[in-house]
């Protein structure tokens, strides 16, 4: 059996905005961060799946400075959807479609402050 390598896999997300987008996620997910440096770290751990935020280096904010990678999407599993799209809406990023109904669901696509897209998504009951 082949030795795993990692021991932990977690999301970052890239900002030059990093203190707007922790008090965003920190709203939406209605936690604070586990960890916080302001204006260079963030971290959210829920339900296991940890999501960091994290300001470039000065050499590198040219790197991440360009619009968020439309292949990204941010999955969140809600129990509630029209309640999340109240709440979304409430801290003023609405939804920027329409509800549809997928194969595994009903989602919802957003948007978090950077532009990074957040699928808002309701499993069958």
Same mark, same amino acid.
């Given at each position: 059996?082949?030795?795993?390598?990692?021991?932990?896999?977690?999301?970052?997300?890239?900002t030059?905005?990093l203190?707007?987008?922790?008090?965003?996620?920190?709203?939406?997910?209605?936690?604070?961060?586990?960890?916080?440096?302001?204006?260079?770290? =963030?971290?959210? +751990?829920?339900? @296991?799946?940890?999501? *960091?935020?994290?300001?470039? !280096? $000065?050499? /590198?904010?040219? #790197?991440?400075?360009?619009?968020a990678?439309?292949?990204?999407?941010?999955?969140?599993?809600?129990?509630?959807?029209?309640g999340?799209? =109240?709440?979304? +809406?409430?801290? @003023?990023?609405?939804? *920027?479609?329409?509800?549809? !109904? $997928?194969? /595994?669901?009903? #989602?919802?696509?957003?948007y978090?402050?950077?532009?990074?897209?957040?699928?808002?998504?309701?499993?069958?009951?």
């Amino acid at each position: 059996m082949q030795k795993r390598i990692c021991s932990e896999v977690f999301v970052t997300l890239a900002t030059l905005h990093l203190n707007e987008l922790a008090k965003f996620y920190e709203a939406l997910l209605a936690a604070p961060p586990q960890a916080f440096m302001p204006d260079r770290y =963030a971290e959210f +751990t829920v339900t @296991g799946f940890k999501l *960091a935020l994290f300001h470039p !280096q $000065a050499a /590198h904010e040219a #790197e991440f400075s360009q619009p968020a990678n439309a292949a990204m999407s941010l999955c969140l599993e809600v129990a509630d959807l029209e309640g999340a799209i =109240a709440h979304l +809406t409430q801290l @003023g990023y609405p939804p *920027a479609g329409p509800l549809t !109904q $997928a194969s /595994h669901g009903r #989602e919802i696509y957003a948007y978090d402050p950077d532009g990074n897209r957040l699928i808002l998504h309701q499993s069958p009951e």
